[in-house]
Each structure stands twice: as C-alpha cells, then as structure tokens.
C-alpha cells in the first residue's frame, strides 16, 4: 500500500491536515534556498574598515590604532571573500585570541550551518555558504625558519596581524604563494597593526613609505593606489600598473595602499570608553596605540648610536649640495649572492653622497664587487675600505691587483682605540668604527656630518645595539642584527667603514 492509499484511508479532516502540513514543508524549503545565508560578517559602514574591506590594492596596510577593528577585517575577508585563506601572528600564543574571536564571529553569524566546523588541531574553519566552501587557517613565525613551513603552499588571502612585529624576509617569503588557480578568485595580502615600537619593526615604514614616511618627496593619500615593481632586488614606485620588458622579463607592477584605523572608527570600543584606557598607557605605547607613526618609536637604552642624531644629520643633508673637493674615502661592504647587496659609501669631507647599492646576485665575483668602488672613486688614489670579514676579502685583493688604494678592515680585529674621554676602550674594529661615527654624530661636539636621506641607512644605523664587556665596548655583531631585523645592515657598515678610514687613513695602516 503506497503514501497515497494510506491517505485516503484516513478520515478527510486528518486527511487534509497531513496535505496542509506537507505544503508548509514543501513551501518552508523553498524558501529557505531562495534566501541568501546571513553573511557572516560586514564592516562598519562608512569607515576606515569598510574602505579597507573594499580596496582594491594588491598589498594594504590596514592600522595605526588600537581598536580599529584591524582583526575583525582579517577574519571578514577571510570569512566572506576569500577561498583560501591564511591569518599569521608571530607566535602561537597570540594567535589564541584570534581563533576566539573568529569562534564569536563565525559561529553568532552562521548558527544555523552545521556543516561549519573548526578542526582544533589543524587550527582551520570550514565554512559552508552559497558561494561553496571557505577555508580559513592560523599559523605562526616566530622564527626565521618558520617561514618555510608555509613554503610551497597557496592562499588567496594572505593576512598578517600585527604586521610589524615579523621580520620583512618573513613577510616577502610567505607572500611568494598568494595564488589561487582559480582565476575568478582575487588573491590579495593584507596586514594590520600599530606603528613600531623597535628599530627592527620600522621595515612597514619603508615598505608603505607613500603614506607612512614623512620626508617621502611625494606622499600618497589614505586609500590611494601607488604601484610597485621589484627591480634588480629593489622595490621602484611605478606611474602606473602597465607591464614593462626589463632584461628579457615582462614585470607587471603591484599596488599597495594604507588605510589608517583608530578608535574612533570604532563605534562598539567607544560606547565602551576603551579610548580612555588607551590615554591612560605609559610612552611609547600610548602613543603607538594613539596611532602616531613618529611618536611611538623610542630608542633602546642600549643603542648605539641615538635616532634623533641620526635624523638631524639627515635634515643638514637635505640642505646642502654635493662638495666640489674630491672624494676624501669610499666604505663598501660587499656581498656575494643571496638578499644582502654591496653597498658603497662616498665621503666628502663631511658629506655623503648617495649610497651606492647593488643586489649581491650581480657580484658574484670579487672583480665585480671591485667595479661598484671603482666606477665611485676620482682615481687610483681614492681610498677604499673593505670590509674583508668572509667575502669582501677577494674584492680587496681585486682592488689591489688594479693598482687602487684599498684599506682591508677586519671588523673582528683587535683595536686600540678609546671613545672621546679616553676612558672606555673598543673590543674591536667595529666598536671603534661605529663609536667613531657615534662621536661625529654627537650634537654637543658641534657636528656638522651629513648623512643620506635613505629610510633604509637610517634603520641600519639604529639597530645596532652595544654593550660593556671585559675588552671594552663591544657591539652587536652583523649576523646578530640580521637575525634580530630580518636583513643585513649593509648601508650602515658602509658607511661606518667610509668615516672610519677617513679618521685614519693618515696612519695608512690595514686593519687585520
């Protein structure tokens, strides 16, 4: 006996309750298919973080202040934009708090799909909706190494919060896999997070430098479109997005942009009166929470040489003009291959030019490294000092075989040398140098050197940190600022190298 020989067996009333049932079965599944699913997410309207949310840059920079809504937007993106996404903090512990807050934001919006799910383990939602599946991991750097983990492994959404925080190399390695072979799928990089509170996070500054450097000759607007090229290893600023043919390979141009994000943008943290908690935080934080790119940095009781020195060398730069006296020393420090670059410091007298820098990809060779000092030199009787620690030693021996007058620094090497009081010795030749350039810098001594106005020399020359130890003043070494910022101080050593032989060049001595 089938469904329907059942029914009209049944008395008419039951009979047409069933009937009426059915159809209210029939009609309630109809209309739950043809009504979108509540989105899972959307920005404040009218803000910073809806700007944010609808940009169309390649790369944006999301922040300024805390409780902006800078993590909220990462896990909207991820949740209504995005197929593949992957949301960094630099260590696992933080990432905690975000896997919270997409529990609150994922799981209050989407009650009603049991097909959600967050796997504990993997640390990765899958969310359900009509546009398919949506995948959202967390993952952590908290070492260099770590980047690795994520080699080789594709995400449309790449989202870094708390930005500065990772090291630059971290940042452009992981970056590398922002793909989808899906070609309706945009694929994007997002970071937030507060402006720097240590000499190694000032990399976003350089990074977003339109919007976030203030001596940038041409500063971008928030939200504004500004494209970018890799050039022989170097980020060049573009006019626009057009491809272009540089030694035999078409490069097409990135955009970036910075949308800044303070409280105030935040209607919910106001009403709560957390804009009073942030006034009540002791400097810097205060002023990195306020959102003060300037303010917020303080210098490391340990740091070598202090920021606002080096900022005012800087500043008598950009009002001077090249010396019409010959080059008084060259400083190059080389590299051979991998991201370091040579780099070559001109000195005249007091004032530096522009610093030569080339990728070390491009000397290989010692002969080669030698060609980037020789095409900056007046002549064979320019001096030259080389920084003969591992590499540099063949470009030393180059310069040499071609008659020019090279000065082999060991940065390792024993010195002698005292600071102005002659009370506190040098460990080696790279206290010496740095204390030297150090003492010239000194505003109370009546300095008058000039330094480039290169954002990149200006984070070398504050990283390194120093110390007192049994042989005298010791600083931090190259391999240990590498791995504290992420890359190499190559413009800072050049420099140092440049000064310091100009302080001694009349001993002419090799240092070893």
């Not at 997409?102 to 009603?112: F, K, L, P, Q, T």
Request: with cysteine.
């Amino acid at each position: 006996m089938n469904y329907s020989q059942v029914l009209l067996k049944l008395p008419r009333r039951e009979r047409e309750q069933l009937l009426a049932e059915a159809a209210d079965a029939v009609l309630s599944n109809l209309k739950a298919e043809q009504t979108p699913a509540k989105p899972i997410w959307a920005p404040f309207p009218n803000s910073p973080q809806e700007m944010a949310y609808n940009s169309a840059a390649d790369e944006l920079f999301f922040g300024g202040g805390a409780g902006g809504g800078k993590s909220d937007l990462l896990l909207g993106l991820a949740g209504t934009r995005h197929q593949y996404s992957l949301i960094l903090r630099r260590e696992f512990p933080q990432v905690r708090s975000l896997i919270e807050r997409s529990r609150e934001i994922y799981n209050s919006a989407r009650a009603e799909h049991a097909k959600d799910s967050y796997n504990e383990s993997l640390h990765i939602w899958r969310l359900k909706d009509g546009a398919g599946s949506r995948q959202v991991e967390f993952g952590s750097l908290q070492y260099e190494n770590d980047k690795r983990k994520f080699q080789g492994r594709p995400h449309d959404l790449k989202a870094w919060d708390e930005l500065p925080q990772f090291r630059e190399s971290m940042f452009r390695f992981v970056n590398g896999w922002n793909r989808n072979a899906n070609p309706k799928q945009r694929c994007r990089i997002v970071g937030t997070g507060n402006p720097p509170l240590a000499s190694e996070e000032e990399w976003v500054i350089h990074y977003w430098s339109p919007w976030l450097d203030d001596q940038h000759p041409n500063p971008a607007k928030a939200g504004e479109l500004r494209w970018f090229a890799v050039v022989d290893g170097k980020d060049v600023e573009m006019e626009t997005a057009s491809p272009f043919e540089h030694k035999g390979d078409t490069l097409k141009p990135r955009s970036r942009t910075f949308v800044p994000a303070l409280v105030s943008d935040n209607p919910f943290l106001m009403a709560s009166g957390y804009d009073a908690v942030i006034k009540a935080t002791p400097e810097p934080l205060r002023s990195a929470l306020m959102g003060n790119w300037r303010a917020a940095r303080q210098d490391d009781p340990w740091q070598v040489i202090p920021t606002e020195w080096i900022r005012n060398a800087q500043k008598r730069w950009r009002g001077c003009t090249k010396p019409t006296t010959p080059v008084t020393a060259l400083g190059q420090d080389v590299a051979r291959g991998g991201a370091d670059k040579t780099v070559v410091a001109a000195l005249y007298g007091t004032w530096f030019a522009p610093l030569v820098s080339v990728p070390g990809s491009e000397t290989p060779t010692g002969s080669l490294a030698a060609q980037v000092a020789i095409n900056a030199a007046d002549d064979k009787r320019t001096v030259i000092a080389v920084d003969v620690i591992g590499i540099g030693a063949s470009c030393y021996d180059s310069l040499r075989d071609q008659g020019f007058s090279a000065r082999a620094v060991n940065f390792g090497g024993r010195s002698d040398a005292t600071d102005r009081s002659g009370k506190l010795k040098m460990a080696n030749i790279r206290a010496e140098a740095y204390w030297k350039l150090r003492e010239a810098l000194d505003p109370d001594f009546g300095s008058d050197l000039a330094l480039p106005d290169d954002s990149e020399l200006l984070s070398d020359l504050c990283a390194p940190q120093w110390k007192p130890s049994g042989g005298g003043i010791q600083i931090e070494s190259k391999d240990d600022i590498k791995k504290r910022i992420g890359r190499s101080p190559d413009k800072g050593d050049a420099v140092t190298l440049a000064w310091l032989i100009a302080q001694t060049r009349s001993v002419l001595i090799s240092f070893g």
